[in-house]
């Protein structure tokens, strides 16, 4: 008996199923690559866990990393996100990062972020309030700078209980170099109350620290 042939379009079109499959799942933020080096476009939802294998820069405009979405490497990290950016997964949790630098019009940080080096956090935004932080946010004696750009302000409002802690570094709130005012720490809403604790060798906060809660602050300069 004759054998029939088999299709050969069948198998090409069973791959170009699942590239296309796997290509869908990574838009929608289901099944991404996780090891991150160079220049990055982000998608707007990324939930799996990260390896930076190199010096990183992402790129996107609205970009959210849910709590699975962790972030590990000893590279620096810098992200340019031109509307929003919010990162839900521990940074630095098992390797440390080198140093993270975040650009975007509101950032807003609910989980822990450990690096050897700085941290610098700047809102593109013309209004003050756009830095979120909910953690406890940590370096080897490596500052943390929250900076203001051109004539605007910048406050940092807590959105869960906060730790910083710089070792003898620095922690700052800059305003933008032309802005008369802003550079504030508050608590989110007025019902809520959260507590922040900071350790520095310096501390610079230009206008007030207004925080519903407990303040601890182990610094011998306070500015």
């Not at 950032?107 to 700085?118: D, H, M, Q, R, W």
């Amino acid at each position: 008996m004759k054998k029939k042939s088999k299709n050969p379009l069948s198998k090409t079109f069973s791959s170009l199923l699942l590239c296309k499959t796997a290509l869908l799942n990574s838009k929608s933020g289901v099944a991404q690559a996780n090891t991150f080096s160079g220049t990055v476009e982000v998608d707007p939802l990324y939930s799996s866990a990260v390896t930076l294998d190199g010096d990183t820069v992402l790129n996107g405009t609205t970009v959210v990393f849910d709590g699975n979405a962790t972030i590990d490497g000893a590279h620096n990290l810098s992200a340019n996100i031109s509307n929003g950016t919010t990162f839900n997964g521990t940074i630095g949790g098992s390797t440390p990062l080198s140093s993270i630098i975040i650009g975007s019009d509101d950032i807003s940080i609910n989980a822990n972020v450990t690096t050897s080096g700085e941290q610098t956090y700047q809102p593109f935004s013309s209004s003050p309030g756009d830095i979120v932080f909910n953690g406890i946010f940590t370096t080897s004696d490596s500052s943390i700078s929250l900076l203001g750009s051109g004539t605007s302000g910048v406050s940092l409002g807590l959105s869960g209980d906060t730790t910083i802690d710089v070792g003898t570094a620095e922690f700052s709130i800059q305003k933008g170099s032309g802005a008369p005012s802003g550079g504030i720490i508050y608590s989110e809403g007025k019902s809520d109350v959260y507590n922040l604790s900071i350790t520095a060798g310096n501390i610079t906060v230009p206008d007030a620290i207004g925080v519903a809660g407990s303040l601890g602050v182990v610094s011998p300069q306070l500015g």
